[in-house]
């Protein structure tokens, strides 16, 4: 099938709690002056690639991105919207481990937030509609729900995204071995 899309994703930016490692779901922090720098980067890592699709979370740091590296109108979609972190808004890994020992995120989901399954639902509504769109297509959005949306193409469950890091202002890139819809594959992974 040679009409299959090709799926980049693009982590927006640096926020500051981004980099102090908080954890930032529905939060709307903006970009700092190096997120700014290094998203202004992907228009260059994206130059010469035509796009027939270009979708964003609709949360200002995606956004912002996206119009930094030459897409000032993406499409908005509610799919892309981080993962929402409940009462974990804000906190760090080693804060959240004090007050819940062993805590994962993509095994045991955020308290008053979204579950594992909530996730799964909606990473996997969104993964049927790329995979059935054609040509390039990019989503702008944040870092967990890449690495999940990234799991559910290849078909395992999210737990598999607690392996997959991905810093800010990155790209990865979804496609299909050999061509074939049954093969779902990932191409390229945190660049």
């Known amino acids: 099938m040679s ?13 500051e709690w981004s980099k102090s490692g908080q954890h930032t779901g529905r939060t709307d922090l903006p970009l700092t002056a190096n997120g700014i720098e290094i998203a202004k980067q992907l228009k260059a890592r994206l130059a010469g ?42 906190l760090k890994s080693s804060e959240i481990a004090k007050i819940r020992p062993g805590w994962n995120l993509f095994r045991d989901g955020a308290p008053g937030g979204e579950s594992p399954e909530q996730v799964t639902a909606r990473a996997d509504a969104l993964v049927k509609k790329l995979k059935g769109l ?12 890449l690495r999940v949306i990234a799991a559910r193409w290849i078909e395992y469950p999210i737990q598999l995204a607690t392996c997959m890091l991905l810093g800010t202002a990155t790209l990865s890139v979804l496609s299909f071995n050999h061509h074939n819809l049954a093969e779902p594959a990932i191409k390229t992974w945190n660049t």
Do not use: K
Request: some cysteine; proline content about 6%.
């Open 134 to 145: 054609t040509g390039n297509v990019i989503c702008f959005a944040h870092g967990h729900i």
């Open 3 to 15: 009409d299959l899309p090709t799926v980049y994703l693009a982590r927006h930016g640096e926020t």
């Open 49 to 90: 690639t035509t796009f027939a699709h270009v979708f964003s979370s609709p949360l200002t740091r995606a956004r912002h991105t996206a119009d930094l590296a030459g897409f000032p109108n993406p499409v908005l979609d509610e799919g892309l919207y981080e993962w929402d972190y409940g009462q974990h808004e804000g």
